[in-house]
């Protein structure tokens, strides 16, 4: 059992609407595994869609039961989990799961 994390943006105070972008899954015993798309390393990804500053109360990063966690907290519980197995693609299929450049556990398909 593990915890989906998203980011939310583009919050409308008139509807409450919003854009949410599933960010990755944290489970126990493995490596924090991110939902990225393309090739794009962790960094480059953080550098797109987690400008912070500016982030109004209703956005920014949550997990799936709507709980929202801090900035900080959150790469911290990324980086307390990258002593854990990682999630690969087996030898000869295609490349879905990866280790980046960076060291962290990324993947380009969608999951929950």
Not at 60 to 71: C, L, N, P, T, V
Request: proline content about 1%.
């Amino acid at each position: 059992m593990g915890t989906n994390y998203y980011y939310r943006d583009n919050y409308c105070d008139k509807c409450g609407r919003y854009h949410r972008t599933h960010i990755g899954k944290s489970s126990a015993g493995w490596m924090f595994l991110f939902r990225v798309k393309d090739n794009i390393d962790v960094n480059e990804w953080k550098e797109e869609f987690l400008h912070y500053a500016s982030w109004k109360d209703e956005e920014g990063i949550f997990d799936e039961y709507g709980k929202k966690i801090s900035y900080d907290a959150f790469w911290a519980l990324v980086e307390n989990k990258q002593s854990g197995k990682a999630h690969r693609t087996p030898h000869g299929e295609i490349n879905r799961a990866w280790i980046d450049e960076n060291g962290y556990n990324v993947c380009n398909y969608d999951f929950s």
